[in-house]
């Protein structure tokens, strides 16, 4: 700060300013040391705390400055979730929490929602595949303690938010390497660029109907024969991730 010849310093309780002749810990100190050092506390337990300081000037006319303040955030944290509240059928959200330290990131969701990334990262962007509302939440670690936050999403079939991703037949046909005959009477093949781990099939109210796992190979055939005739998805898992498919069954 110009002009200035004392700066007073001072900590919320539980954090200690190290005396920089002393080394002693005090709360607060006034001298002309432009920084100063901090001691945090032991344990968690303290809430987040403030550094503050003001600036005196010299000479005959002395003013101090107000207060300027660092608010420091220590200990265990809980990070909101950040995303639409509200989703249209069929429409995707992307849902973040942001914080620092965060780990053993781990997201859960409601069955309605499909997500089109991966679930242990600080972001998921989820796809509404049925009506049924409910949280979408990220459970993780802040400093070795086990946090979580959560949002409530709405899903309606008219209305809300995120990002339209058009008709299924035509937006997610791409994201499979091939599925035939579609429309199927009572088996499909489904091919992948990489190997298949899981094949799911589901239905447009988010309820998985039947799956096929431990398959090897980048093809695997699914029996559809005891399905009613209708509008399903077919979900295949392989090494690049999840894709979606529209699939008719007659």
Not at 16 to 21: E, G, K, W, Y
Not at 155 to 169: E, H, K, Q
Request: aromatic content about 6%; some cysteine.
């Amino acid at each position: 700060m110009n002009g200035a010849a004392t700066y007073n310093w001072s900590v919320t309780s539980g954090y200690r300013i190290v005396h920089p002749a002393t080394g002693s810990l005090v709360t607060s100190y006034s001298g002309t040391q432009r920084s100063i050092s901090v001691r945090f506390p032991s344990s968690g337990s303290v809430s987040n705390g403030q550094i503050r300081v003001s600036a005196t000037s010299g000479g005959n006319c002395t003013a101090t400055s107000g207060l300027r303040t660092k608010t420091v955030k220590f200990g265990p944290q809980t990070y909101p979730v950040t995303g639409p509240s509200t989703l249209r059928r069929y429409n995707t959200g992307r849902y973040t929490v942001s914080g620092y330290g965060i780990t053993n990131r781990s997201w859960s969701f409601p069955s309605s929602l499909s997500p089109l990334t991966g679930t242990t990262s600080n972001s998921i962007v989820l796809e509404a595949l049925g009506t049924s509302s409910g949280y979408v939440t990220l459970t993780y670690r802040s400093c070795g303690v086990t946090r979580s936050s959560s949002k409530y999403v709405t899903i309606s079939n008219s209305g809300g938010g995120g990002a339209a991703r058009g008709s299924l037949g035509e937006e997610l046909e791409a994201t499979i390497s091939g599925i035939y005959p579609n429309p199927a009477v009572d088996v499909v093949t489904v091919t992948a660029g990489s190997p298949l781990k899981q094949v799911s099939v589901m239905n447009l109210l988010g309820q998985t109907m039947q799956t096929t796992p431990q398959i090897s190979g980048r093809e695997a055939t699914v029996d559809v024969a005891s399905l009613e005739a209708g509008s399903y998805l077919i979900i295949a898992v392989d090494e690049e991730g999840k894709k979606v498919h529209k699939l008719v069954v007659e």
